[in-house]
């Protein structure tokens, strides 16, 4: 059996804080003091570092770690192609150009099926992406479903991008290089590209989101006039503390390897197999590591006098392309608030966006669509791209056009979230036909009943008396 120091560990104990400078040591001087490389590491640990921006990556921008492990992450045989899961079910990644559909309509799922013959990594399912990892240009929208943990023996990486998930049903422990993170529905996690993660279950089957950045790395948004607090806090964002496995067998090579670690590179599954324990790292420091953040932690802001502000305000995190202001993808929320907005139209406004906007629903219910059967519900998904034009749905409308403007909190005990991204997507044939979740009527259902409020202009002249045609 493999030793652990899980039990003289506190599993879950975090260090606090986003984008900092952090180290952690499972068993006292593991870290070289003043050093990154000394000659002989402490206690017999190899150095290595992990880097997440090119080393000459300005200092605002540069992202590594050092790791410091009971072996080097390089000892193990070549990779080859992934062996098809035992149950026949394979991940849907396949994110070629020519293979995505791209369609100018408003698209809504139902939810999407809870399986049980998966794991995380089997079940990840690509809904829609734009761009090419091997350019280090564009993302992935996923949904996952998964009736199964890992192999207790197996580890996962990406080297296309950052893996932002966000659990919507049941519960991930994420075992990762750096230590745990339990990550529950309405919490996220980011799991930085490279780096070795074993997803476990331990409440049974899960589903939820996760949008994968090929190109740089999530950060907070600025918060310009809001000032130095607000929205999602620093402070609220928890990365692991270190924690290791002993196991790690023969150094040999020699085929009797019982780790197997799979690799996404360029959207296509590798494996090799270790006879050592992925998870061996007694301490790291630096600010290139996962974490993760409980969204009922966001501090919402909001109009308190008129009009509907764009939901930019309500962006957790932000993955920014070379053009400021401009997001490869921004993780936005829609959670409980007050409204208040005198003389306005207090739902989101109809509009025609320029960026792609990929929604899903954690919980609860969203204040401009329906829900209920055939309506948007927790677990479905829509996807209004480029110029797609949206809005409320006629029955919304008409409520909110009606209502009595007095004070109001909206998605009490709900939470709706966007992948907003400056890219056109493009859907997969799983997300457009193979998953079945497709709402054939979505837009006659939404949009279908919306009213002519107009009065005409001959009702107009009768009240005005005059021509209004200029
Ligand atoms: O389309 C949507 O429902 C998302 C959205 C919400 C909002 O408050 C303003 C703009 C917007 O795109
Ligand atoms: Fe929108």
Redesign the pocket.
């Known amino acids: 059996m493999p030793v652990t120091n899980f039990d003289f560990k506190e599993k879950y104990r975090y260090q606090n804080g986003f984008a900092s400078y952090l180290e952690s040591e499972a068993v006292s001087g593991a870290l070289p003091i003043g050093h990154n490389s000394p000659q002989k590491p402490p206690l017999g640990l190899y150095a290595e570092k992990l880097s997440g921006t090119a080393f000459t990556a300005p200092r605002h921008e540069n992202k590594q770690s050092w790791l410091y492990r009971i072996l080097p992450s390089c000892s193990h045989p070549p990779f080859g192609e992934a062996t098809p899961a035992k149950n026949g079910q394979e991940p849907v990644l396949e994110q070629s150009p020519s293979k995505l559909h791209y369609i100018p309509n408003q698209l809504r799922w139902d939810p999407f099926d809870h399986e049980s013959d998966t794991d995380f990594v089997s079940g990840l399912r690509l809904v829609a992406g734009a761009g090419d990892p091997t350019l280090k240009q564009g993302l992935g929208m996923y949904v996952y479903a998964a009736g199964n943990s890992m192999d207790a023996q197996s580890a996962f990486c990406s080297a296309d991008g950052d893996l932002l998930i966000v659990a919507q049903d049941g519960v991930l422990d994420i075992r990762t290089e750096f230590g745990w993170l339990l990550v529950r529905p309405m919490e996220i996690a980011v799991i930085p590209r490279g780096v070795r993660y074993q997803v476990l279950l331990p409440s049974g089957p899960v589903r939820g989101y996760a949008l994968e950045l090929y190109q740089g790395h999530f950060q907070l948004p600025e918060l310009g006039p809001i000032g130095s607090n607000g929205l999602a806090n620093a402070r609220d964002f928890q990365a692991p503390v270190a924690c290791f496995s002993e196991d790690h067998g023969s150094i040999a090579l020699d085929g009797q390897n019982s780790y197997t670690i799979t690799a996404k590179f360029n959207n296509t599954l590798f494996e090799t197999k270790q006879p050592h324990t992925p998870f061996d790292v007694v301490a790291w420091h630096g600010n290139y590591y996962p974490y993760k953040y409980d969204l009922g932690r966001f501090n919402t802001i909001g109009s308190i006098s008129f009009d509907?502000?764009?939901?930019s305000i309500?962006t957790v995190l932000t993955g920014p392309s070379d053009h400021v202001g401009t997001a490869i993808a921004d993780f936005?929320i829609?959670p409980p608030r007050w409204l208040v907005g005198e003389d306005t139209f207090r739902?989101?406004?109809y509009?025609r966006?320029t960026m792609s906007?990929f929604?899903g629903l954690i919980t609860g219910a969203?204040d401009?669509?329906k829900g209920g059967k055939g309506g948007f519900v927790p677990g479905g998904a829509s996807l209004?791209n480029v110029m797609s034009g949206?809005?409320p749905d006629a029955t919304s409308y008409e409520g909110a056009r009606n209502a009595e403007l007095k004070p109001i909190k909206v998605g009490e005990g709900s939470c709706?979230f966007?992948f907003?991204s400056c890219f056109m997507v493009g859907v997969t044939d799983w997300g457009l036909k193979t998953c079945q979740k497709v709402q054939e009527d979505y837009n006659e259902h939404s949009w279908g009943g919306v009213k002519v409020h107009w009065k005409g202009m001959a009702a107009l002249e009768g009240e005005k008396g005059e021509k209004h045609l200029l």
Do not use: L, T
């Open positions: 509907h502000p764009d939901p309500f936005v829609f739902p989101p406004w509009h966006n906007e929604m969203y401009a669509k209004h949206h809005g709706a966007m907003e």
